[in-house]
């Protein structure tokens, strides 16, 4: 199974359940909102918190991450890095899943269906705790975040 047709896949990953963690989930949500089924050459997929949704994307060209990034900015300040940018040890930005995001993308390389290109957009998160609604400062930085994702899915 794989998404052949599609060439690219926007995969939101992140925890709804826990506030700001859920970043993620919520721009997915969003762009499905925004683009129904005008796109067709683009899958927007709720990962979650499932490293094996990375396995689903036989045959894309272009994979963007959307996630919870400990960066040290301000809530709702927003990254783009790659996958080599993250140092699992280092000062550097680095995914509130970190472990989950690197073993999905090492499945992805091994599994032979490693996209040509993948872009992290990772958010700042305000608040990681029990509830169900992004904070305020990023519920405000939502429009902003969609803005950079759509600018993403149109470069090469």
């Known amino acids: 199974m794989g ?3 599609k060439k690219v896949a926007v995969v939101g990953v992140g925890n709804v359940l826990l506030k700001d963690e859920g970043i993620g989930v919520h721009v997915a949500r969003a762009l499905r909102e925004e683009f129904g089924t005008d796109r067709t050459d683009i899958e927007i997929i709720d990962g979650g918190t499932s490293p ?3 396995l689903l994307l036989e045959g894309v060209r272009k994979l963007i991450l959307v996630d919870a990034v400990k960066g040290g900015g301000n809530p709702g300040s927003i990254y783009r890095f790659h996958p080599d940018d993250i140092i699992p040890e280092g000062k550097y930005v ?3 899943h970190q472990i989950g995001l690197l073993e999905g993308l090492r499945m992805l390389e091994y599994s032979g269906f ?3 290109s993948i872009v992290i957009i990772g958010v700042e998160p305000k608040e990681i705790d029990w509830g169900l609604e992004l904070t305020t400062e ?7 975040i969609l803005k950079v994702v759509m600018a993403e899915l149109d470069s090469d």
């Open 114 to 116: 490693k996209p040509e």
């Open 138 to 144: 990023l519920s405000e930085k939502l429009p902003e």
């Open 94 to 96: 680095i995914s509130a």
């Open 52 to 54: 094996d949704v990375f």
């Open 3 to 5: 998404f052949e047709n």
